[in-house]
């Protein structure tokens, strides 16, 4: 079971990225998958999930910036990210767990994931 994240890069303050975790060995649609974050210095953080029944959580500064949306078709989740500010700069991860109990609330929790994908950077800079 593979998780791979990719969509990083440098965008200015007020910008968008779509990051792309896409699954492999697995269908995505069987398992919950989160979004977390690592900016330097500080602790990894979870940005916003998505439950086996769909449901999704947010980071409080995510809510209306941030959506993420599943593309069953294509066994991948998406975090499409608008207005992003300095403070969004991060290596970004994805993670999956089969367990109907994950993303049913918030915070969101590092142990409940199972699986991890590598990071994918995320710079926000003029």
């Known amino acids: 079971l593979q998780l791979q994240a990719s969509g990083g890069g440098l965008v200015q303050p007020g910008g968008s990225l779509r990051l792309s975790c896409a699954a492999s060995?697995?269908?995505?649609?069987?398992?919950?998958v989160g979004w977390f974050r690592r900016a330097p210095g500080k602790e990894r953080e979870g940005v916003a999930c998505v439950s086996r029944s769909d449901g999704t959580n947010y980071a409080e500064d995510a809510k209306g910036r941030f959506t993420i949306y599943r593309d069953s078709a294509k066994n991948t989740v998406y975090l499409q990210m608008n207005n992003l500010k300095p403070e969004d700069a991060a290596v970004y991860y994805c993670a999956a767990d089969r367990s109907r109990n994950v993303c049913n609330g918030w915070p969101m929790f590092l142990h409940d994931y199972e699986y991890w994908g590598k990071g994918t950077l995320v710079t926000v800079s003029s």
């Open positions: 060995g697995f269908t995505f649609d069987d398992y919950a």
